[in-house]
């Protein structure tokens, strides 16, 4: 049995990246192996970190819970809890981690030196510190594999860094390393725009990327606009070397369908991209418009989600208590007995 954990943070709206990078995989695992445990949480406490609006945090982290449900995680199935509703738990085992991480392994994190840009020193101790709040969000739950795309194995290999120390220097085999599981297709997708960047939410373009919200014909419009090639698709994957914009909707398509990329240049080798977009449109409005409309239905009224994260929330504590008891226990705090 597998115990997973993994999040996404209530920034924006959610993107194809977010979605085939990460959530249709737990989807596919919650449903190909009913044995694991699944904890999916909403990372509000890490959407905090960067400038943020203070009316839309609640909503955006009903929002995500809604994407979760609408994509196929089923509360029954999988804890699914705001990071903040459990924060006392998550928050404290991140000082205990924060004093055996090194600052030399905090400064490489690539992620902390994009968000922060040029002006790293005016960056807040909590963007600096995220990785240990990440780590702790893992470790916490001592969940042994954690789903996500390929931008978060920088911080993956930190939560196992931290929790081998921890381990090393307590003397004791306590928590498990968490395994990344960087599954299917599309573990990296990319811009349509520019298929050298990554497909993010915070890209200025809304062009660049398909959201969970949009519409059938905003998602047609899009994909019709993607930047391409001159050249027809390749007969072989390594055709697809030095062309970025093609490799990318190879990908996607090949993601949705549950495809290889082998399979999907074998049906549209020689193909233009005039005749390739439009099949690519139809499949992704057909996999993305059932989970916009279900996330529609289930935010229109909110009791229904708020009842689910109560639930997850508790749920997600009764696994966290006993493992922080047991830290502190290890690391020799005092303690009524
Ligand atoms: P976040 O919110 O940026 O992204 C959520 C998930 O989506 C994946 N992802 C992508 N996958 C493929 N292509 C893309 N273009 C793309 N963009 C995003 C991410 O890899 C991620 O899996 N630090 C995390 C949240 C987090 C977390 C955790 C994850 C906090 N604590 C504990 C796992 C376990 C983040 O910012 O993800």
Redesign the pocket.
Known sequence: MKRI?????P?YQLHL??Y???LKNWVDLQNAEPENENLYCV?DM?AITMPYDRDSLAKATREIAAAYIAAGIDPKKSAIFAQSSVGDLHGELMWLLATMTQIGKLNRMTQFKDKAGKNAEKAGLGLYAYPV??AA??LIYNATH?P?????KQ?LELARDIAATFNHRYEKEFFTLPEPMIMGA?????SLRDGSQ???KSAESDMSRINLTDTPEMIADKIKRAKTDPNPLPDSVEGLEGRPEAANLITIYAAMNNQTKEQVIAEFAGKQFSEFKPKLSDLTVEKIAPITARMRELLADQTEIDAILKDGAEKARLVAEPILTEVKDIMGFWSLK
């Open positions: 954990l993994s999040g996404m943070q920034t990246g977010n085939l990078g990460a990372v890490h709040l990440m969000d893992i954690v996500v795309g390929e931008d978060q911080h599309a573990t990296r997708v990319m990554k497909m993010s």
